[in-house]
């Protein structure tokens, strides 16, 4: 049986852990909350946005290379936007999973000829993908460390400017979609060129006037759209971005919670096992002094 020494030890070290889940797990709902925030003021706008590029896309006879033509795209690049810091479950890797299993099946052919390359936004999604030999061409470690809109329309504007000079054919972006603390969609979204009809992953919001209406578009819905599509894209990112910080956080006050339980569990099992130890213990030097006592009368 262990030493009580050790099991003490041992006890004093596992509720030091229990301490330190439990400010991470209220730290965590603190930047959930904040994330949650950004998120519902985004949303609508970036939804927007999109649908009325859509109308724009529609009502433009022109296909320019922003425009998503019949034909499939030769070379792709993929935006994967992961975190900078672990001990959030399995946030960062069944992300990853995912990713691999749609490059391996969707993307198979990009994958085979070498035509797939990637950004990774975040520490964890730079090592997982530098390492297992995939086309990294722009690295973003540190990236969430803070958190802003101008890093993240740079990164964008690069990947638009690949696009334009016809680098890439297709740009995509893959991230965690928040849906709840527990709960997040893990989704792989096309950036450009621009689908003439809506594939997002949730409805847009439209008003019931819309419905009818014949737009006059000045000076054509061919300019408009040369100045709001590499604004879509932006905001598309931005969002992107947001949804998967606020997921990152709940999946690690969902960790840090699940860790502060297993502590709790941990505790009560060492506690019971120093208590059997100590009557074992006592029960042993009374023997031992009854022992003694015997031999002395002898």
Same mark, same amino acid.
């Given at each position: 049986m262990a030493n009580l020494r050790d099991i003490r030890d041992r006890i004093s070290s596992v509720k030091s852990t229990q301490q330190i889940t439990k400010a991470m797990k209220m730290v965590a709902a603190a930047r959930l909350r904040k994330a949650q925030e950004r998120i519902m003021a985004t949303r609508p706008y970036a939804y927007n946005l999109r649908s009325v590029l859509n109308r724009l896309a529609l009502s433009s006879? @022109?296909?320019?290379?922003?425009?998503s033509a019949d034909k499939n795209p030769e070379k792709i690049l993929v935006v994967i936007v992961g975190s900078d810091r672990g001990l959030c479950g399995g946030f !960062?890797?069944?992300?990853?999973?995912?990713? @691999?299993?749609e490059f391996k099946t969707t993307y198979k052919e990009y994958l085979d000829r070498g035509n797939l390359s990637l950004v990774c936004i975040g520490k964890k999604a730079n090592e997982h993908f530098t390492k297992r030999g995939y086309d990294v061409i722009e690295r973003h470690p540190g990236f969430f460390d803070n958190l802003a809109i101008e890093p993240t329309a740079q990164i964008m504007k690069d990947?638009? !400017?690949?696009?334009? !000079? !016809?680098?890439y054919d297709g740009v995509y972006i893959a991230y965690n979609e928040f849906k709840t603390v527990l709960t997040q969609n893990r989704v792989i979204e096309q950036l450009l060129p621009v689908a003439r009809v809506d594939s997002g992953v949730e409805p847009i919001p439209r008003l019931s006037t819309d419905q009818g209406i014949d737009y006059i578009f000045e000076p054509s819905a061919a300019d408009i759209l040369e100045h709001i599509v590499p604004m879509h894209v932006n905001v598309q990112l931005w969002r992107a971005v947001l949804e998967s910080n606020a997921s990152e956080q709940g999946a690690r006050m969902a960790a840090m919670d699940n860790a502060t339980e297993n502590a709790k569990e941990i505790i009560r099992?060492?506690?019971? @096992?120093?208590n059997q130890a100590r009557q074992a213990s006592i029960t042993t030097e009374i023997s031992e002094i009854v022992s003694g006592a015997e031999a002395l009368s002898q």
């Open positions: 006879d @022109e296909s320019g290379r922003m425009l !960062n890797t069944n992300l990853f999973r995912y990713i @691999e299993d990947a638009f !400017n690949r696009f334009m !000079n !016809n680098e099992v060492l506690n019971l @096992e120093y």
